[in-house]
């Protein structure tokens, strides 16, 4: 066990839906980083905030959102669901913003749409 | 942007068989160089790291790996594979301080006959 969380673990919905995945960091960390990871395009960054904004975007569709709470806990908001968005998102974490740090991984959120 | 090469996409051996694992990334500054396990349904976890120092670095569950700056590359090793050893393995770099997200490679799946 990481002490990363993410809720749901499973996600089923359908195309044009919205949801939300959640993330809790490790106790003490200030990062959260988003990670997508499906058949065709393996694992790829998304976003990531370090104590509430935003320091790196990556790989994001202008349909995903993100955003970190005053707890640090992250949400990710997906909208206007595609078949192409079915996939893992994980979320990790990390003390630092970069530098020499490492990136705890949680559990996933596999997420699939109809 | 860096990128991340890794050779196999799928390797199967017997128990007591040695392991490598290919990896090669470009990158032209200094880089920081994961090894993550991903076993069946569960979450990525870290098997090791080389941030600087002895190239040869030391992780958990009997794996190391070189770090061979003229080569570019973080081949991971371990000498005596076990059934348990089945699992995904990725590689991932992060270019330095000033980058924060981790670019992994495709992943090599790795079966272990009993």
């Known amino acids: ?21 959640r ?15 499906s058949l065709d395009q393996g694992l790829q960054f ?19 959102s993100a ?6 806990h992250s949400e990710l908001n997906l909208s206007s669901l595609e078949l192409g968005d079915s996939a893992l998102y994980f979320c990790a974490s990390s ?8 990136q705890y991984f949680g559990p996933g959120t596999r997420l699939t749409v109809l | 942007a860096q990128s ?12 007591a068989a040695s392991l490598e694992l290919g990896c090669n990334y470009s990158y032209g500054g200094t880089v920081n160089l994961f090894w993550y396990v991903q076993y069946p349904g569960q979450h990525l976890q870290l098997l090791l790291k080389y941030f ?8 958990i569950k009997g794996f190391e790996a070189e770090f061979i700056k003229s080569k570019f590359s973080f081949n991971l090793r371990k000498p005596s594979v076990q059934w348990s050893d ?25 079966t272990v006959r009993a």
């Open chain 1, 1 to 21: 066990d990481s002490g990363v969380t993410q809720t749901p673990k499973h996600l089923i919905t359908a195309t044009g839906q919205r949801v939300t995945l």
């Open chain 1, 23 to 37: 993330c809790s960091p490790r106790s003490g960390d200030l990062s959260v980083y988003w990670y997508q990871q």
């Open chain 1, 46 to 64: 998304l976003i990531q905030y370090y104590n509430g904004e935003e320091r790196a975007k990556g790989n994001i569709l202008e349909r995903f």
């Open chain 1, 67 to 72: 955003q970190q709470f005053p707890d640090l």
């Open chain 1, 95 to 102: 003390m630092l913003a970069g530098g020499t740090d490492t």
């Open chain 2, 4 to 15: 991340v090469s890794q050779h196999n996409h799928h390797v199967i051996l017997s128990e």
């Open chain 2, 52 to 59: 600087s120092g002895d190239p040869l670095v030391k992780g």
């Open chain 2, 86 to 110: 089945t699992a995904e393995y990725f590689c991932a770099v992060r270019g330095g301080d000033n980058d924060y997200k981790l670019s992994f490679g495709a992943g090599t799946t790795v």
